[in-house]
């Protein structure tokens, strides 16, 4: 069980993210907003945050940058979800400090595997033991 922060303006979406995850025996947190999401972060450090792109006033790609400047929070794997497949994009989520990035519509089939995989990636004992390995 871990606990993700799905950041997602639109309630269909969120809805769907959400309930996928929950089955799966997830704990949902939701923000709808940048701010928002940084402020939930701060207060609830969740394990892996789902970083909606286009989101009203400040975007996801702002408020990755944000997290990932703060020490509280700059640990946390934020995986950007974007509607926009394009390399470009694909470069910038990488450049504002995401861990990994999932396009929408989101597939329902793969989506939670997906996220499980980044998260196993990003978490402390994966980190240790690569760190492990460079030392050896
Ligand atoms: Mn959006």
Redesign the pocket.
Request: no cysteine.
């Given at each position: 069980m871990s606990r993700i922060l799905v950041v997602?303006?639109?309630l269909l979406?969120y809805e769907l993210a959400c309930d996928l995850l929950e089955l799966a025996g997830h704990r949902v947190l939701h923000a709808s907003t940048g701010e928002a999401a940084i402020t939930m972060a701060l207060q609830e450090q969740p394990d892996i945050i789902l970083m909606?792109?286009?989101?009203?006033g400040m975007d996801?790609f702002e408020a990755t940058r944000h997290l990932k400047s703060m020490s509280e929070t700059q640990s946390i794997p934020v995986v950007a979800v974007t509607?926009h497949a394009m390399k470009e994009d694909a470069e910038r989520v990488f450049s504002a400090g995401c861990s990994g990035y999932l396009t929408?519509p989101i597939d329902t089939r793969r989506f939670v595997a997906e996220v499980e995989a980044i998260l196993a990636a990003a978490s402390p004992a994966s980190r240790a033991e690569a760190q492990g390995n460079t030392h050896e």
């Open positions: 997602e303006d639109n979406n909606d792109i286009g989101l009203p996801g509607a929408k």
